[in-house]
């Protein structure tokens, strides 16, 4: 059994994963959370949250999991958001047909659906399943359609993604931020991609929950104004060219910018924060890098894209977060889709004296001439150059349909005028982050399982234990009276409700013998677990066990929430916390 196995039988044994659908024989890409998942999830999350809301700055908005067909034809979603599919024509079996060659080629997902035909011809890949011969690759597309509405409806999609509903809020956010770049908004939330074959358990879902940040940034004006915070951070960098070598290259984030490898300290900043983010909720540091997209890989939408990368033992190298310089490509792609400026005014410190080259349409003569397509047309008219008006016959397109304007209604000039600002489209930075992927490699990481003896059980046998990180831990704290009586009882109970009143997630235990109740406590990860015994009647004082260590240190009743509140959240060692056994 391999510790993906490992860590999956405890998650299904202990409440943290379940298949969906168990009940009807499950569907592939689907996994519900238990009650100790869910808690362990939503930790990840508010921790994301702490990080970028509380103290980016960047706020938090709710947008439906539904969008209409036009955001996502304006995102691109709906004429290429898709992978390329082939089916065994032996079993009906479908495969993404660049996972069928991934071990073959360097870079799969980069070739065509012909280029990948052919390699799967050359090396002669068949079904994994029946050994049957493939059909040709086509493009499948990923999104969920629906229908809004009786009847035929509108035409509706389940979002791919979550940062769609931040663009289309653009106009908004920027008045809520008084349009002052830069400014961000973040989104926790459901999105939804038909994948082909979901094969690898939580690393890739049908429904999965996303965490993005859509940062706008002035287009030339690239420097973070706190870059000093990760300057010095130390990262392991996978970039193109390091991949050529295959080597991946220690660095500080201050040096990489200063060498070109990362494109500006907008970028290297959200890798550094991302750094933090993981290794704060318990990613081990050794197990983390960041690769840098191959140009041949690179999205239509970014000059440059990292994406944070966690090693696992079965899946290898797993992409958990994608951090993109997306240009002001969605802004452009919305505006011209919803015909709406999203740009933003920017005021010059001191007004500058330009030569400005104006159309003037005489809307007079226009009006009659053309009636309700009269503005498009006068629009249309202001985009042309003096090449082009000074032309025998002016012609626009307005909704498709060629329009001949006469020459006499239209007058242009060069003017000198005094401008105060400009309209400016915004540049985006988004880290992306998949929390089902890193919930996963969270509980891989922590998983450990040692061989102790003769400590609290008489048994010799293998202890497993959840090393999450203590503000992480879906149960902090255990409370155990040493016995089920009423007498140890009713101070447990008081105790316990003690630590809940301080926010703690606490759990009451009194089954079975301690060592085992120990052991249970060690398998969720509890990092600390409280006994209550017949010296607690005598003195006020309790033991507390640590769950790394295992030692135990006698400590008084009045003050333990306050003791297991600073181990857990402010660095408190956990021998200061009373006098060791």
Known sequence: MDKYEQVIELAKRRGFLWNSFELYGGTAG????????????????????????????????????????????????VGGFSDPLCECKNCGEAFRADHLVDKIVAVA????????????????????????????????????????????????YMRPETAQGMFVDFLRLARFYRE???????????????????????????????AEAEIFIDPNDKKHPNFSRFADTIVNLYSDEAQDKG????????????????AHEFLAY???????????????GDKLRFRQHKKDEMAHYAIDCWDAEIETDRFGWVEVVGIADRT??????????????????????????????????????????????????????????????EQD?????VDGEEVTVPKEIVEFAEETVKISGENIVPHVIEPSYGIDRIFYSTMEHAFEEEMVAGKEDTDDEARIVMRFKKEVAPVQVAILPLLTREELINPARAIETQLKQKGLLVSYDDSGTIGRRYRRNDEIGTPYSITIDYDTL??????????????????????????????????????????AL
């Open 393 to 397: 016959n002016i012609t626009v397109t």
């Open 538 to 579: 005598e003195d006020s004082t309790m033991t507390i066990r640590d769950r790394d260590s295992m030692k135990q240190v006698r400590a008084p009743m009045d003050d333990i929430a306050n003791i297991v509140h600073e181990m857990i959240y402010m660095g408190r060692d956990f021998e200061s916390a009373g006098k």
């Open 270 to 284: 959200q890798i550094g924060l991302t750094n933090h983010f993981l290794q704060r909720i318990g990613v081990i």
């Open 109 to 156: 997902d980069a070739l065509s659906n012909e280029e990948l035909d052919r390699v799967i011809r050359e090396n002669n890949v068949k079904c994994p399943e029946c050994e049957g011969e493939l059909g040709e690759a086509y493009e499948f597309n990923l999104m969920f359609k629906t229908s809004i509405g009786p009847g035929t409806g509108r035409q509706g």
């Open 247 to 262: 080597v991946v290259e220690k660095m500080t984030l201050g040096e990489a910018v200063d060498k070109g490898i990362i």
């Open 328 to 389: 002001d490509y969605d802004l452009n792609a919305h505006a011209a889709v919803s015909k709406t400026e999203l740009s933003i005014y920017r005021e010059y410190s001191e007004p500058k004296v330009v030569t400005q080259f104006v159309v003037k349409p005489n809307m007079g003569k226009l009006g009659p001439l053309f009636k309700g397509k009269a503005k498009a047309v006068a629009d249309a008219l202001k985009a042309l150059g003096r090449q082009e008006l």
């Open 180 to 210: 002052k770049l830069p400014f961000g908004a973040t989104q926790i939330g459901k999105s939804y991609r038909n994948e082909i074959s979901p094969r690898q358990g939580v690393i890739r879902l049908r429904e999965f929950t996303q």
């Open 30 to 77: 689907f996994y519900d959370y238990g009650p100790l998942g869910s808690t362990l999830k939503r930790r990840i999350e508010q921790i994301w949250r702490e990080t970028y809301v509380v103290q980016e700055g960047y706020m938090e908005i709710e947008a439906p999991t539904i969008g209409i067909e036009e955001v996502f034809v304006a995102s691109g979603h």
